[in-house]
């Protein structure tokens, strides 16, 4: 992003660390759930990281498909927007 709006980046990165997060959260509860205590709640705990997840996409989509890397908002919004 070339010298773009810093409150647009700073969306952008949030939801990014969001997603990492859940994904680097639920790599933990598939790889190495031995290691964790409460093997009761770990389907709950699943369910809440996949919502995160999901949740952290759709935003970084939204946000991408509506504004420009520079904070302005799109003439027309881009369809189908991939991760990026």
């Known amino acids: 992003m070339r010298g773009g709006s810093h409150f647009y980046k700073a969306a952008i990165s949030h939801w990014e660390a ?5 994904i680097a959260t639920l790599e ?7 290691g964790i ?3 009761s709640k770990i389907l709950d ?3 809440t ?3 995160q997840l ?3 996409e759709e935003n ?3 946000l991408k498909k509506h504004f420009e890397d520079d904070g302005y908002v799109r003439e027309k919004p881009i369809k189908g927007v991939l991760n990026g």
């Open 60 to 62: 970084i989509q939204s």
């Open 28 to 34: 933990l509860y598939f790889q190495k759930s031995v």
């Open 49 to 51: 990281w996949t919502h």
């Open 45 to 47: 705990e699943i369910h």
């Open 18 to 22: 969001k997603r990492d997060e859940a």
């Open 37 to 39: 205590g409460e093997h």
């Open 54 to 56: 999901s949740e952290s």
